[in-house]
């Protein structure tokens, strides 16, 4: 089943899109807390604690639907400047889209939900298919720019994982990743993070 891109226009849809585009008007670009009760999420949509449990099963499988549509939409414009991008300038939007701090909320709970994913992840699995998707991109913007197939998935598999890396110390300690993350990301992506890889240096 396909996320929602759009909150916009709420009619004709299935009752689990109308309720997950409820929760994205709601919530906008934050994501409700972990320690937000089912029923103060529904409140908050005006609908019934009955009602989410019924489509999306938990507090958890809420924040995972949600979760998964707001990233979704992000990919969706994401994607769109990759069209002319190139490979260091798609990992800078990202990081740029990421570190905003209107995301923060999301950038925790996206952490929140991997780990529950961690322990079960047939129970997320669409949380779980959807984490690829720049990935993909990547590659092959990777692959466009003169890398073999192998190669560039490698390169995309450390690039991301850098990125979240990052992320994740900014959320645990924060104000502690370095101002030049992206300059960073990239020279290890070059091979230009070791000093020893420039003896005319």
């Given at each position: 089943?396909?996320?929602?891109?759009?909150?916009?226009?709420?009619?004709?849809?299935?009752?689990?899109?109308?309720?997950?585009?409820?929760?994205?008007?709601?919530?906008?670009?934050?994501?409700?807390?972990?320690?937000?009760?089912?029923?103060?999420?529904?409140?908050?949509?005006?609908?019934?604690?009955?009602?989410?449990?019924?489509?999306?099963?938990s507090l958890s499988g809420t924040?995972?639907?949600?979760?998964?549509?707001?990233?979704?939409?992000?990919?969706?414009?994401?994607?769109?400047?990759?069209?002319?991008?190139?490979?260091?300038?798609?990992?800078?939007?990202?990081?740029r889209t990421y570190t905003r701090?209107?995301?923060?909320?999301?950038?925790?709970?996206?952490?929140?939900?991997?780990?529950?994913?961690?322990?079960?992840?047939?129970?997320?699995?669409?949380?779980?298919?959807?984490?690829?998707?720049?990935?993909?991109?990547?590659?092959?913007?990777?692959?466009?720019?003169?890398?073999?197939?192998?190669?560039?998935?490698?390169?995309?598999?450390?690039?991301?994982?850098?990125?979240?890396?990052?992320?994740l110390q900014e959320v645990l300690?924060?104000?502690?990743?370095?101002?030049?993350?992206?300059?960073?990301?990239?020279?290890?992506?070059?091979?230009?993070?070791?000093?020893?890889?420039?003896?005319?240096?």
């Amino acid at each position: 089943m396909g996320v929602i891109l759009s909150t916009s226009g709420h009619k004709g849809r299935a009752p689990r899109e109308r309720l997950l585009a409820r929760l994205l008007d709601a919530f906008g670009e934050a994501l409700p807390p972990p320690e937000m009760s089912l029923r103060e999420i529904a409140a908050r949509t005006e609908t019934s604690h009955a009602l989410l449990r019924y489509h999306f099963g938990s507090l958890s499988g809420t924040l995972a639907a949600m979760l998964t549509a707001q990233r979704s939409r992000d990919n969706e414009t994401l994607l769109r400047a990759a069209q002319q991008s190139t490979f260091d300038d798609f990992v800078a939007a990202i990081w740029r889209t990421y570190t905003r701090p209107e995301q923060l909320s999301r950038v925790r709970g996206f952490f929140h939900v991997a780990g529950l994913a961690a322990y079960e992840p047939e129970k997320f699995r669409e949380f779980v298919e959807s984490i690829g998707d720049l990935t993909v991109t990547l590659s092959s913007l990777a692959e466009r720019e003169g890398l073999d197939t192998e190669e560039a998935r490698n390169v995309t598999t450390v690039t991301v994982a850098a990125i979240r890396g990052l992320l994740l110390q900014e959320v645990l300690t924060p104000g502690t990743r370095p101002e030049d993350a992206v300059t960073l990301i990239l020279r290890m992506k070059e091979g230009r993070s070791d000093p020893r890889s420039h003896p005319e240096r």
